[in-house]
């Protein structure tokens, strides 16, 4: 008996369509979030450049928190360590679920994203590397992050047509190069190990993970456990978002049989996703950009001394060359080693454009900018200038190859509308 053709891989498919209504989903609340990221961005700017400057520096300077446990922490910290570890419990989560239980369980669907994102972190570290070298290298991992809800916000303002798998695929992306960004920043953004308060944490992470894999929701439970390990894991010189990862990893993608297993619905990682996400998008994530983007410009002056700095120039070379070309050439290796194929009516040109808008670095940009050269002085006022005009003339470029796209776009998205059986799941998921 002879085996059935293995059907082609195709790259920025559609996927199934429970897949498509749950990205779509996400992708509504990320964009959202991604336009609050921009108000807090903008607000920072201006306040940080205007007559009240001292009062923003005297804001973020702000030190609260018990001195007895040695959380007596600036506002900017807190918002770096403390609320960016809910973005990256949220991304743990997303990650988990789709390796676990969506599309990208298929490791011929999951060899081409994550291969993109391995391509977009390398390269423009390199690119950063060669134009710094015999300076400031250990800022070779700034420019190696996607910001995904800025890339959102700028694709729901250019790319409202934009078919769903480009959508799906920048997401995936996005999630695995954060997963990238904070491996790398436990390894190599770690000066003073502590070994006592990393191994205590290990004590609360166990017990949260045994209550979770119980289906355990509650609150007054879940959340003191969370925050123990949170504390332990800054207490041991790692930074205190790795304690989110690890707490995303810990939360059950699939419901238990006694649960009513797989088909009963959905696990407690889409459960903490719904109600965790509003929170990290809208609060945690813009909240983040109103301490980490208020940087003294200082007129034309200001902005030629940093675009002359070779720290600013590897930072905008890697998001905007690096990242492109990293992604687009781990993208065609890939597909050439798997033979996939561009999905019908989608061609390079489209991976392209997704390809530059992934160079919109800010969030975790900005992060291991402080990591690398601390707060404050003028190194910290050159990467945040550095980030933010890479990000901005990277969505620009964007903008300029997926608009002159938007009529293929606007009729592979009819396309994907037509339900002619009219079972309420379009035909090009049933195909």
């Not at 996927?15 to 609340?29: C, P, T």
């Not at 902005?303 to 990293?326: E, F, R």
């Not at 992604?327 to 454009?353: K, P, V």
């Not at 980030?387 to 969505?395: C, E, N, Q, T, Y």
């Amino acid at each position: 008996m002879s085996k059935a053709p293995r059907s082609i891989p195709r790259v920025l498919s559609p996927g199934s369509w429970r897949e498509a209504r749950r990205i779509a989903d996400v992708l509504r609340k990320e964009t959202i979030g991604g336009a609050l990221l921009l108000a807090g961005t903008l607000v920072a700017l201006i306040w940080a450049n205007s007559v009240w400057s001292g009062r923003y520096d005297a804001m973020i300077g702000l030190r609260v928190g018990p001195s007895a446990l040695h959380l007596d922490l600036s506002l900017a910290t807190w918002a770096a360590d403390g609320l960016l570890a809910i973005f990256f419990f949220v991304a743990g989560l997303e990650l988990k679920r789709e390796f676990v239980a969506g599309d990208l369980r298929d490791p011929r669907r999951a060899a081409v994203p994550v291969a993109a994102a391995v391509g977009g972190v390398v390269v423009p570290a390199l690119v950063y590397v060669l134009m710094n070298t015999g300076g400031a290298v250990k800022g070779w991992a700034i420019p190696t992050a996607t910001d995904i809800a800025f890339a959102l916000a700028v694709l729901a303002v250019v790319g409202r047509s934009l078919p769903t798998a480009m959508r799906t695929f920048l997401l995936t992306l996005a999630v695995v190069d954060d997963l990238l960004a904070i491996v790398i920043i436990a390894i190599f953004y770690t000066a003073h190990l502590l070994v006592l308060p990393l191994l205590a944490a290990l004590v609360p992470l166990a017990l949260f993970t045994l209550l979770v894999q119980r289906r355990v929701r509650s609150w007054w439970l879940l959340l003191p456990l969370a925050f123990a390990v949170w504390a332990l894991v800054h207490a041991s010189g790692v930074h205190a978002t790795v304690a989110g990862v690890l707490l995303g990893f810990a939360v059950p993608v699939l419901r238990s049989q006694r649960a009513g297993g797989p088909e009963a619905g959905p696990g407690l990682a889409e459960h903490f996703e719904h109600r965790f996400r509003p929170i990290s998008a809208g609060v945690a994530v813009p909240i983040f950009a109103l301490m980490s983007a208020g940087v003294t410009i200082g007129g034309l002056d200001g902005l030629g001394s940093a675009l002359t700095d070779p720290i600013a120039l590897g930072i905008m070379a890697g998001l905007i060359v690096g990242k492109p070309i990293g992604i687009l050439l781990a993208t065609w290796l890939t597909a050439r080693f798997t033979r996939a194929t561009i999905d019908s009516g989608l061609s390079w040109i489209d991976m392209a454009g997704l390809a530059v808008l992934a160079g919109i670095g800010f969030t975790v940009s900005l992060l291991i900018g402080e990591l690398a050269f601390g707060v404050g002085g003028e190194r910290d006022d050159h990467v945040k200038v550095a980030v933010l005009l890479g990000s901005l003339i990277a969505a620009v470029l964007a903008t300029g190859v997926l608009r002159a796209r938007n009529r293929v776009y606007r009729r592979i998205r009819e396309a994907e509308q037509i339900d002619r059986n009219r079972d309420d799941i379009p035909d090009i998921y049933q195909r």
